[in-house]
Each structure stands twice: as structure tokens, then as C-alpha cells.
């Protein structure tokens, strides 16, 4: 066999091309879970309030209720 011979050579076009994550993400991750976290203690807080204290600042406990089911509802439907 001569040293011209092809047939032992490795095709670059049959490599696989694989990119290097973003370490980006997961301090995004990160972020939005602690968000979720304080935001949920927020609206646990506003519904131990009492229903006069709640009136005062125009709330009630329905309109809580469904600001927090609809602020965790959503975030999941956006993929």
C-alpha cells in the first residue's frame, strides 16, 4: 500500500458537531426560581392578611387568589 492511499483517512464532514453549552441558563434558572419563590411568599402573606386590611389597600381575596394561580399557571404555558 502506498503512503497516497485514502482509505485510512478520517472524513471531517461525517464528524459530529456538538456545541458547548451556555452557562447562562442556568443562572437564569436560577433567578426565575427564586422569583417564583419570593413571589409566592408575597401572595401568602397578602392572603393572611385580614378581609378589612385587604379592602383598605383594594383587594380582595379572590383577586389574590387568581393573580397567583394565573401568574403560576402561565409560565409554564410559554415553551
Known amino acids: 500500500m502506498s503512503c497516497d492511499s485514502t ?4 472524513s471531517t ?6 456545541p458547548v453549552p451556555n ?3 442556568f443562572w437564569k434558572l436560577t433567578l426565575a ?7 409566592r411568599r408575597q401572595y401568602d402573606e397578602l392572603l393572611e392578611l385580614d378581609d378589612r386590611l385587604l379592602a383598605d389597600i383594594g383587594l380582595s381575596r379572590t383577586i389574590v ?3 397567583r394561580r394565573s401568574y403560576f399557571s402561565g409560565w409554564r404555558d410559554d415553551r
Open 7 to 10: 482509505t485510512g483517512s478520517i
Open 13 to 18: 464532514s461525517d464528524a459530529v458537531f456538538v
Open 23 to 25: 452557562p447562562r441558563w
Open 33 to 39: 426560581l427564586l422569583d417564583g419563590i419570593t413571589r
Open 65 to 67: 387568589g387568581e393573580a
